[in-house]
């Protein structure tokens, strides 16, 4: 199985995303390719998906992830 390219979809969730945080798009390549997740099979089923990486291992970059979570609760496919 080659590695699956973000549909459309995904690909405009992502710079809406990026938008209203300070999570990059497209991704900052650090040289590891993840295959196999979650958005991956959401991609498979026609269903647009991103991954977020918090900033750190302590922080939730509370008030940034709200204006995420409204993003993604207002976006229109």
């Known amino acids: 199985m080659g590695v ?3 549909d459309d979809y995904s690909i405009r969730l992502a710079k ?3 938008a209203v945080s300070t999570y990059p798009y497209p ?3 650090i040289g ?3 295959t196999g997740g979650f958005t991956d099979w ?3 089923k ?9 900033t750190d291992h302590t922080h939730t ?6 204006k995420v979570l409204e993003t993604f609760l207002n976006w229109k496919r």
């Open 46 to 54: 026609g269903i647009a998906a991103l991954d977020v990486e918090l």
């Open 42 to 44: 959401a991609d498979e």
């Open 4 to 6: 699956r390219h973000p």
């Open 27 to 29: 991704p900052v390549n």
């Open 16 to 18: 809406a995303v990026a």
């Open 32 to 34: 590891c390719m993840y």
């Open 61 to 66: 970059d509370y008030d940034m992830n709200l």
